[in-house]
């Protein structure tokens, strides 16, 4: 009945030491490694390299597509605006100042100082050519929607002052002023690839420079120097493993930690090991209208079966932040007053069978996950959660694209997903909104793919979204964590940590929980 306390036993047992059984293949190779190479690969002392495990595919900030991509890109061209590494909040960047004119204005003054990197200063007409090419149809920027939906017009007033001017007030206009901000020549071409990027020495306005993009590895040159590096190179691996192995043996100085890699840097003289408070959320996701779970009272039965204490210690240990709701504690919008599931088996048990009725036959359930190793143990320890209060559940892990494709046509009973960033809660919007359900006519709609539909949160949304200003718009986000952890369209498990590893002599790591590279420029030597 409770053998899955017995895995959390060997996961916690198996997280705290590095020789353990789920490591092993990972030492096998590095004891037959160490036979025939002990010294560690010669590399420049003024370059940083650092490994990932996904192709940065799209640098064009008006064209996002994958997350490294994307954050890549905020290396090479900085906002208007930038978010706060801690509370999320938006900050001015290449602006001097930011401010309402009236609820439909916003105005920006750019700074004196802003340049690209070729010398020439930023200016007004600089910005309103970005943001005129996202909204563009012609040019299909993938933001054009989310851009389209509050901006009027985008105008200047003089070379360094721009009006905002939107079709109704929107209190998230500080967020989406963070795109990246293109010269003029550039902003009115067609998407530039990481290849044109590099090839063309196209200018921006960040800290890094594009000089060289490969298959497996690009380069991005610092743009002043004395820095702790002049270049960094970023190289894709395809597997935990031989990103472990990589930078155990002196093939990479810093990289972002999966969990089952954490026990192998722990405590290691030779690298520093730390981690940032995330703004994402780890979830089991319900598709609300099949028969049984479109039941709140069967999801809410769910949730009390599941031992997500024990779970996160297990997977995580420190490396998280139990879930109240969909929002970390350290979000500026986070409200702790919201319902909440105890982990109870016999209560849930009870509860379900008083939803679903005396006699009623065993609940099975499919729940779909990734293909990587962590998502499947998480899953089966899920499951066998949910087995000790009589529902089936059948694990089937795949490809990531074809499960996104799945959950988006509504192919699925369960799955366990993370979303990697809220710092702006105007995107509970996007995953949660009733016009953010993907459908066949738009498959691309939006993130709710729980077919979750409920008026009084529509509400909340769209009033947070209309209030100017973090004081006004925080009670009404407030609302809305309020009513999704009432109706439980996902039952928020954990928010785990963003984890790096740098190889010494680098000091002074300070990971960002959003998901931006910018720490990478404060590390010292």
């Not at 040159?221 to 395809?238: E, S």
């Not at 997977?315 to 109870?344: C, K, N």
């Not at 959660?385 to 009589?390: R, S």
């Not at 995107?427 to 066949?440: K, M, R």
Request: with cysteine; glycine share 8%; charged share 25%.
């Amino acid at each position: 009945m409770n053998g899955y306390r017995e895995r959390f036993a060997q996961e916690r047992e198996a997280n705290s030491s590095p020789s353990r059984s789920t490591l092993r293949p990972i030492y096998h190779v590095l004891v037959a490694l160490s036979l025939v190479a002990c010294e560690r690969a010669a590399r420049s002392p003024d370059r940083l390299t650092m490994l990932v495990l996904a192709r940065p595919e799209h640098l064009d900030p008006r064209h996002p597509e994958d997350a490294l991509g994307a954050s890549m890109s905020r290396l090479l061209y900085r906002g208007l605006m930038e978010g706060d590494p801690v509370t999320f909040l938006p900050r001015p960047a290449l602006a001097a100042d930011a401010r309402w004119v009236d609820a439909t204005r916003y105005r920006v003054h750019l700074r004196s100082d802003a340049r690209f990197h070729d010398g020439a200063p930023v200016i007004a007409q600089d910005v309103v050519a970005t943001y005129e090419s996202v909204l563009d149809p012609e040019q299909h920027s993938r933001l054009r929607n989310t851009y389209g939906r509050l901006l009027r017009r985008v105008r200047a007033l003089d070379s360094r002052t721009i009006d905002f001017e939107l079709d109704h007030p929107d209190g998230s206009v500080e967020t989406l002023l963070q795109l990246g901000i293109l010269p003029q020549r550039d902003a009115h071409q067609p998407e530039r690839s990481p290849e044109v990027i590099a090839d063309e020495h196209l200018v921006g306005t960040g800290p890094l420079r594009l000089t060289r993009y490969a298959a497996d590895a690009l380069t991005l040159d610092a743009t002043t120097p004395g820095g702790a590096f002049n270049a960094l190179d970023v190289v894709t691996l395809h597997d935990p493993n031989t990103l472990a192995l990589r930078l155990l043996h002196g093939e990479g100085d810093i990289a972002e930690l999966k969990p089952e890699l954490y026990a192998i840097f722990n405590g290691r003289p030779d690298f520093e090991v730390a981690s940032a408070r995330t703004s994402g959320m780890t979830y089991l996701g319900i598709h609300c209208e099949h028969g049984a779970l479109a039941d709140v009272a069967v999801r809410r039965a769910l949730a009390q079966a599941l031992d997500r204490g024990s779970l996160q210690q297990a997977m995580l240990g420190s490396r998280a932040v139990a879930s109240t709701g969909v929002l970390p504690p350290s979000h500026w919008a986070y409200t702790g007053e919201v319902a909440r599931y105890p982990f109870d088996p016999g209560a849930a048990r009870r509860a379900l069978d008083l939803a679903r009725g005396e006699g009623a036959p065993p609940l099975r359930l499919t729940l779909r996950v990734s293909s990587q190793r962590f998502a499947i143990t998480v899953a089966q320890a899920l499951t066998a959660m949910l087995a000790d209060i009589g529902v089936e559940v059948d694990v089937r892990p795949s490809e990531l694209a074809t499960l996104l494709s799945d959950l988006r046509a509504g192919r699925f009973d369960l799955t366990l997903l993370t979303v990697p960033d809220l710092s702006d809660p105007f995107g509970l919007g996007f995953w949660f909104g009733s016009a953010s359900i993907p459908s066949p006519a738009n498959p691309t709609a939006g993130g709710n793919r729980w077919r979750f539909r409920d008026a009084a949160l529509d509400s909340a949304l769209d009033s947070g979204l209309m209030a100017l200003g973090p004081e006004a718009r925080r009670p009404h986000y407030q609302r809305a964590q309020q009513i999704l952890a009432e109706q439980l369209p996902v039952i928020p498990l954990w928010h785990a940590d963003v984890v790096y590893a740098v190889r010494r002599p680098y000091r002074g790591l300070h990971p960002r929980g959003d998901g931006q590279l910018d720490f990478l420029l404060r590390l010292t030597r």
